[in-house]
């Protein structure tokens, strides 16, 4: 039991009587008697015990105890926007996850086609199929405000150009072959520099356009074709003599020749060397037909797509990726 020490720390005030005359009734007051100023009162303190409890106080429910997610005056509690963060940041991972599946897959379908010119109709659908499918996951949408990415050399990988197939079939000579086809984006000078390469047994050259290029929308560039340029013959580090060649469809021998083919090698690469001491051949593209546009529909760090005024549709893939390895 505790006891209360006496109430004589608290101000009280005395009884006066009041006149019996006075018209005025004073408010009834509550009196302490004094006989109990001067004594102790006798108080009983109940034990009491803590524990946690789930019962709303006047301060709302207690977020921390239940690990809740409830919103106050100052907004939802940190459980919440972290829950949202982590979810947000899962499906991220698992979206670029799944577009580097497509770019794969795409890069896979790509591999035996030259380009395109050897596509089967079943597989020039399942191209088409998967090149909608990254379209719409593109994570560049402006691809024109983010030209850091354009530049660089660029492979193409397949077309839909019809345009192009003529020079992919062509054959020079049975030893010649379209080697490379490629382009350089350089966006601080808006130059776009188109080459195809021809590799032969002795030597590789080019055929090569210049052309500058001017941001028309977002993701639409009008380009401008200036000059023409055809390159020297460069000699090959090394020249295999292949044991037959294909003509016409018939497998030619080689091997019965070969002392003779190794004469005319290196006649031909005395040739060669003088040829290649030469300046490229260029000239010049006037007219309203040496212009064209492009629309990019993909950009990233090594893949970009584009479609051109005709319908047709480009896979370009920067110099170095993994995607050009199948």
């Given at each position: 039991m505790a006891t209360v020490p006496s109430f004589t720390q608290f101000p009280c005030k005395t009884l006066v009587p009041t006149p019996s005359n006075s018209n005025h009734q004073s408010k009834s007051q509550i009196l302490f008697p004094v006989s109990l100023l001067n004594r102790r009162i006798a108080v009983h303190r109940s034990g009491f015990k803590v524990r946690a409890s789930d019962v709303n106080d006047e301060w709302g429910p207690d977020s921390k105890g239940r690990g809740g997610d409830v919103e106050d005056e100052w907004g939802p509690e940190r459980g919440t926007n972290s829950s949202v963060g982590e979810k947000e940041a899962e499906e991220a991972i698992e979206s670029a996850e799944e577009t580097e599946r497509l770019?794969?897959?795409?890069?896979?379908?790509?591999?035996?086609?030259?380009?395109?010119?050897?596509a089967s109709s079943e597989t020039r659908a399942e191209i088409s199929e998967l090149i909608t499918q990254l379209e719409s996951r593109n994570p560049n949408p402006a691809p024109n405000?983010?030209?850091?990415?354009?530049?660089?050399?660029?492979?193409?990988?397949?077309?839909?150009?019809?345009?192009?197939?003529?020079?992919?079939?062509?054959?020079?000579?049975?030893?010649?072959?379209?080697?490379?086809?490629?382009?350089?984006?350089?966006?601080?000078?808006?130059?776009?520099?188109?080459?195809?390469?021809?590799?032969?047994?002795?030597?590789?050259?080019?055929?090569?356009?210049?052309?500058?290029?001017?941001?028309?929308?977002?993701?639409?560039?009008?380009?401008?074709?200036?000059?023409?340029?055809?390159?020297?013959?460069?000699?090959?580090?090394?020249?295999?003599?292949?044991?037959?060649?294909?003509?016409?469809?018939?497998?030619?021998?080689?091997?019965?020749?070969?002392?003779?083919?190794t004469s005319v090698q290196d006649t031909a690469s005395s040739v060669a060397r003088t040829i290649s001491s030469q300046p490229p051949l260029k000239f010049s593209l006037p007219g309203d037909s040496a212009q064209s546009w492009l629309?990019?529909?993909?950009?990233?760090?090594?893949?970009?797509?584009?479609r051109g005024d005709g319908g047709s549709v480009f896979v370009l893939i920067r110099e170095g990726s993994s995607l050009l390895n199948p």
């Open positions: 770019k794969r897959m795409l890069a896979d379908s790509l591999y035996g086609t030259d380009r395109g010119l050897n405000e983010a030209l850091f990415l354009l530049n660089g050399k660029w492979i193409l990988a397949y077309t839909s150009f019809v345009g192009l197939f003529p020079l992919l079939s062509r054959r020079i000579s049975p030893l010649v072959k379209v080697d490379e086809i490629s382009q350089t984006i350089d966006s601080d000078s808006f130059t776009v520099h188109n080459s195809v390469r021809f590799a032969g047994p002795l030597a590789t050259t080019s055929l090569s356009t210049n052309a500058k290029f001017e941001i028309r929308s977002p993701k639409r560039v009008q380009v401008k074709f200036e000059q023409g340029i055809i390159g020297t013959p460069q000699l090959t580090d090394s020249l295999e003599i292949p044991e037959f060649v294909e003509v016409l469809g018939q497998k030619i021998d080689l091997n019965p020749i070969r002392g003779l083919l629309l990019t529909t993909y950009l990233d760090k090594d893949l970009r797509i584009s």
